[in-house]
């Protein structure tokens, strides 16, 4: 490194994260002179920066090379292709030196950074005959087209179809983030779908859709006797995943005595059924999906921090709506073709002044509330080839309409 390189200008503004599992080196690191005045974070592993990523602005992420979960170079890369703005530097806890020195990149410097990097990905990619990281990471980015099932060709939605890409074919633990209706549930069977695991089943549980009194048995199952009514024996929604992909929905709404035993199966892979003595081992990828803040229910004390870990190792942050406007029309022309065929219509069509009011929308319910807006016009269309403005009624108002026509003169 050369003795006149210029570090960066941190100002107050500056957000930085630091990840190691070292605290003293984190301490020094955070100490350091040269990041006086940003406002900085700690985090242990490669898995937790990823998800704090997603809950924070950062400018600056410091990774030690020694990461306890993940590799570092993959972090870089995932981090360098999802969040182009930000700032990567790679460090090493184990240099040895009795005071931290800062490392400064310059241009030429990250290069040689990232090329040392990937040589030593592809030397080990190699000997497994595997594809090598950077290679892996272009191809999932290079990928055309949208995940099966997803319609929608913005920038937000082609990062999601290429982080999809990248680690489906991997066993990591994925963790789908976003608003209701933003298509989680068709990121995971999507995965699913692309992964080594596609040929057996992929299982779904609705975690808020079950009984707290009935997770148990749903999830890890019961044996013959083991409370009232359980006459024969029931292989648990785990166990009926083997060999595939067990998808998590609404995990957020997971009671905290099942997150105990949840984390215990991703620790140790094996199943227990309700009443029985028998251990069995199960083989499943865990995908899990949330519409609500893991990391605030954590602070909370909802939900269990070292689950959420477990659980967070590849988060995927799914765009609202609202942010990605320009896939409306496509969205749009695509749940009209589909209300057509299934009444046997010729294809309708809305007015370009629709079309521009609807890309101007809040859509809180995201892609489903637009679908049922789309419906209810259809239907409130007749025999009409064109949706008008007049077409498009809220259930709101609808109901309103229907109050007026009951009332009595």
């Known amino acids: 490194m050369s003795a006149t390189a210029t570090p960066n200008i941190i100002s107050p503004r500056t957000r930085l994260l630091v990840a190691s599992a070292d605290s003293s080196f984190r301490k020094r690191v955070m100490a350091n002179p040269l990041y006086a005045g940003a406002h900085r974070e700690e985090v242990f592993g ?19 090379r020694n990461l306890p979960d993940l590799d570092a170079g993959e972090v870089a890369e995932i981090i360098r292709k999802r969040y182009p703005h930000i700032r990567v530097e790679l460090l090493d806890s184990r240099e040895g030196h009795t005071e931290f020195q800062a490392e400064v990149h310059t241009e030429l410097q990250d290069v040689e950074v990232r090329e040392s990097l990937e040589a ?20 999932a980015f290079q990928e055309e087209g949208a995940l099966h099932g997803m319609i929608g060709t913005s920038r937000a939605m082609q990062q999601v179809y290429a982080l999809a890409r990248m680690v489906a074919p991997r066993d990591t633990s994925v963790l789908v983030m976003g608003e209701t209706g933003t298509g989680k549930e068709l990121v995971a069977q999507g995965i699913h779908e692309l992964s080594p695991r ?13 009984p707290e009194a009935l997770l148990e048995t749903e999830l890890f199952g019961h044996a013959r006797g083991a409370f009232t009514g359980a006459v024969q024996s029931r292989l ?14 609404e995990i957020g709404d997971l009671p905290l005595s099942m997150q105990a035993k949840l984390l215990r199966f991703l620790q140790n892979g094996e199943v227990q059924r309700l009443g029985s003595a028998e251990v069995y081992r199960v083989d499943v990828r865990v995908v899990c999906a949330t519409n609500v803040s893991l990391l605030e229910m954590v602070q909370e004390r909802r939900f269990r921090q070292d689950l959420y870990y477990r659980l967070a190792v590849f988060p ?39 079309l521009e009011s609807l890309k101007l929308q809040n859509w809180p319910g995201n892609v489903r509330e637009l679908q049922h807006a789309l419906e209810r016009a259809f239907i409130l269309a007749g025999s009409s080839e064109e949706l008008l403005a007049e077409h498009f009624r809220s259930p709101g108002e609808m109901c309103g309409k229907i109050g007026e026509l009951a009332a009595p003169e």
């Open 46 to 64: 490669g898995a937790q920066a990823l998800a704090r990523l997603v809950e924070i602005r950062c400018d600056s992420v410091l990774l030690d």
């Open 120 to 139: 030593r990905t592809k030397k080990l990619s190699e000997a497994n005959g595997l594809p090598t990281l950077r290679a892996q990471t272009r191809l």
């Open 198 to 210: 596609r040929k057996q089943p992929c299982v779904v549980v609705n975690c808020a859709a079950i």
């Open 236 to 249: 648990g929604r785990i166990h009926m995943a083997q060999g595939g992909t067990l998808f998590l929905d």
């Open 316 to 354: 995927i942050l799914m765009p609202p709506l609202r942010t990605r406007a320009e896939d409306i029309p496509v969205l749009t022309r695509h749940f009209l073709r589909l209300l057509s065929t299934e009444v046997a219509l010729p294809e309708r069509t809305v007015s370009p002044t629709v």
